[in-house]
């Protein structure tokens, strides 16, 4: 899952654990994950050889992997990251381009044993295949070695920040009139929902008077503790039952793939 590879703190770190393994599958009825490994973007850029060789470039994503299974084995490996900031800078951010680039660059994986290059190789066939990136049989199965790749567009936040009057309410701040609030408030491809929305909302609440009680428990910032309040904020949804939740094309596309179904077979 992309998330900071080093938080600044630990307890950033216990959130980000703590969001994708417990709150998230509550929240969603998902399928808990074995285990939760954070990445950054630079991981999958990595693999892509198309694009020149970063500066001071780390692991690959496909190197990663096999570090994890040489620790301890797994059947399926979920890769889910934020679609901003681009792939590839020059070019208009792609959902469908950045999910094919991961397969592409699985199935070239010289570290990978050939069931994960082959089994990468072949959903990448069927994406290209598809006279339109919408014409599917229906979702990838869980079988062995199968990479599932999750782009959110345009970042996780997103499933967290649609209704404003939610999160003013999460934030302690309904019904009351805050300087500095960010205007106007819409996620687009054009904004960091994130860093343009929430990172600045919580600034103005932070010179609120008075202050909510909320920041006398996570301290009002994205750069240390965005983890935290991402955690916050999906507890307090899943607390108001609000279906806007369960309604993000975020959270229908992880149900589609983790959710737990009422039969198994």
Known sequence: MEGSEAPAVRRSADAFQELWI?????????????????I????????????????????????????????????????????????????????WDETKALYEGISRSDVLGDAWTRAAAARLSELNSRPRPSMRVGPPELQPHAVVGVCM???????????EGLVRK????????????PRPWAIDASRRCDLD????????CRRAKPRP??????????????????LHLLRFLAEERTPQLARHPISRRLIELFGVRAKKQ
């Open 22 to 38: 417990e709150a998230l599958p509550l929240a969603l009825n998902l399928e808990r994950p074995e285990r939760v490994v954070p």
């Open 153 to 163: 567009e345009p970042v996780f936040e997103a499933l967290l920040l649609g209704d």
């Open 213 to 230: 009680p909320i920041y006398t428990k996570i301290p009002p910032s994205m750069r240390t503790h965005k983890n935290e309040w991402a």
């Open 40 to 95: 950054s973007k630079k991981h999958l850029i990595a693999m892509d050889r198309s694009l020149p060789r970063m500066s001071g470039a780390g692991e690959r994503l496909d190197q990663l992997m096999a570090r994890e299974l040489s620790r301890r084995s797994f059947d399926v490996a979920a890769v889910v990251w934020d679609l901003l900031p681009v792939w590839c800078p020059p070019q208009k951010a792609c959902r």
């Open 197 to 204: 929305l929430l990172g600045p909302a919580l600034e103005a």
């Open 170 to 181: 999460g934030l302690g701040v309904r019904n009351r009139a805050v300087r500095g609030w």
